[in-house]
């Protein structure tokens, strides 16, 4: 009797005792900026600011979201088949990103954040472009050299989107929209083929379900390039933790392709080998380990050997922009909180809630998940703009909740969601 009960309470225990964290971090951030004492956030914990501003297809966003949630609870039962349920959920899952997108600035913010009349586009990637005129090796070879003279998103990652930039030909707003808008939207059938490999059948259509509406999903699915970078890192999760040898296999290097966009998405491997441990043992998590290490060698030595591609010089200049950055005006005491607190607010309160009851139960996901948040949180990667940083990991918060949802629930909790993220967009200016 005493071990139940005892799972019980720290079921309940963990996360109330995350939203006393997650409260007292935000009183904190509001006292500081009242006082005037700046946390480098314009609303600490989070990076947004309070700006009412709403488009005439807000009323449409609305309706469409109130329609979606309706909707989306009967797609969980049998009668759909896997394919069908996949596709019906990547159909909902951009419609509500769009109508989110439009409900403050119109159709123009699907793509205003990359535009040059937004104050945010020259810290983009597209004023990077000119620095391919001498072709992509060029590029690749002195990418460490010329960082710091980049904009700070084009060096605060690695190169991939830069280059597929240019071999696609795209060099404008709208076509840089069309990219992450369409590429992020396929995150959400693959965190049904991850869940699936985690969870039941039924989980698995939920967690889908709540990644389709959580807000940080909606509301930069649309905005950042780093919904593009989410997909590549569910893909590379759900064949790190696939069972078919062949997919498996193809795991380690969709880790290091996915690296190659986003230093964040180095995470995943140590989010798999944890779920690996606690599934497989200990034996499967360090053969995980280390065939993604081999990976990532592999495929750094082969890109220096053929393009000259220095991936420690790179890291230096973005280490060298962040810390003579915006960032540099982040105390680190409050951020060791503030970025934990800001991802889970973000991604949505009901979110937050059910993957902190999933990981006071243990369970694998949620323990691999807060693993990786709080070792990030205490090295200091980040320091504020987890809302938009860490939206690859709203897939895994989103597997988490799945897991101690009850069923009866889904709807109003879809419900709620879908009200924070609209609420959200039309009462902030998140910048993204």
Not at 203 to 228: E, K, M, W
Not at 373 to 382: D, P
């Amino acid at each position: 009797m005493h071990a139940p009960r005892g799972r019980r309470l720290r079921t309940l225990g963990v996360p109330l005792a995350g939203s006393a964290v997650a409260a007292g971090t935000v009183a904190f951030g509001i006292v500081a900026e009242a006082s005037g004492h700046s946390l480098g956030s314009a609303q600490p914990p989070l990076l947004y600011r309070p700006d009412w501003q709403a488009s005439i297809l807000a009323p449409v966003a609305v309706a469409l979201l109130v329609a979606g949630v309706a909707v989306a609870p009967r797609l969980r039962g049998p009668k759909l088949s896997p394919r069908a349920f996949a596709a019906a959920a990547l159909a909902l899952g951009l419609a509500m990103r769009l109508a989110v997108g439009a409900a403050r600035d119109g159709t123009g913010g699907w793509f205003a954040v990359y535009d040059v009349p937004n104050k945010e586009s020259s810290n983009e990637y597209l004023p990077a472009l000119p620095a391919f005129d001498f072709g992509t090796r060029f590029f690749l070879d002195t990418f460490a050299e010329i960082g710091t003279a980049l904009p700070v998103h084009a060096i605060g990652h690695p190169p991939g989107l830069l280059v597929t930039l240019h071999a696609l030909g795209i060099d404008t707003a709208e076509g840089m929209a069309a990219l992450t808008i369409g590429i992020g939207a396929v995150s959400i059938p693959l965190v049904y083929a991850l869940g699936r490999r985690l969870l039941d059948e039924t989980q698995a259509r939920i967690a889908t379900l709540l990644y389709v509406f959580a807000p940080s999903a909606l509301l930069h699915g649309v905005t950042s390039a780093d919904a593009l970078f989410a997909t590549l890192a569910v893909l590379a999760a759900a064949a790190l933790l696939a069972r078919q040898r062949i997919l498996a296999a193809l795991g380690p290097p969709a880790f290091a392709l996915a690296s190659f966009f986003s230093y964040a998405n180095l995470a995943v491997g140590a989010l798999a080998v944890i779920v690996t441990l606690h599934r497989d043992g200990l034996r499967r998590a360090l053969a995980l380990g280390a065939a993604c290490a081999v990976a990532l060698l592999a495929f750094y030595g082969l890109l220096h050997l053929f393009t000259g591609f220095d991936p420690i010089g790179a890291l230096r200049s973005t280490e060298i922009v962040y810390r003579e950055g915006v960032a540099s005006n982040r105390p680190y005491a409050f951020w060791v909180l503030g970025s934990p607190v800001a991802f889970l607010l973000a991604a949505g309160v009901p979110l937050a809630w059910l993957a902190l009851r999933a990981l006071g139960a243990g369970q694998a996901v949620a323990v691999a998940l807060f693993s990786v948040v709080a070792f990030s949180a205490v090295l200091g990667f980040t320091k504020a703009e987890t809302e938009r940083i860490y939206l690859f990991l709203v897939p895994f918060l989103c597997l988490a909740a799945a897991t101690t949802l009850p069923r009866r629930y889904l709807t109003p909790v879809l419900g709620l969601l879908a009200a924070q993220a609209i609420a959200t967009e039309l009462l902030f200016e998140t910048v993204w």
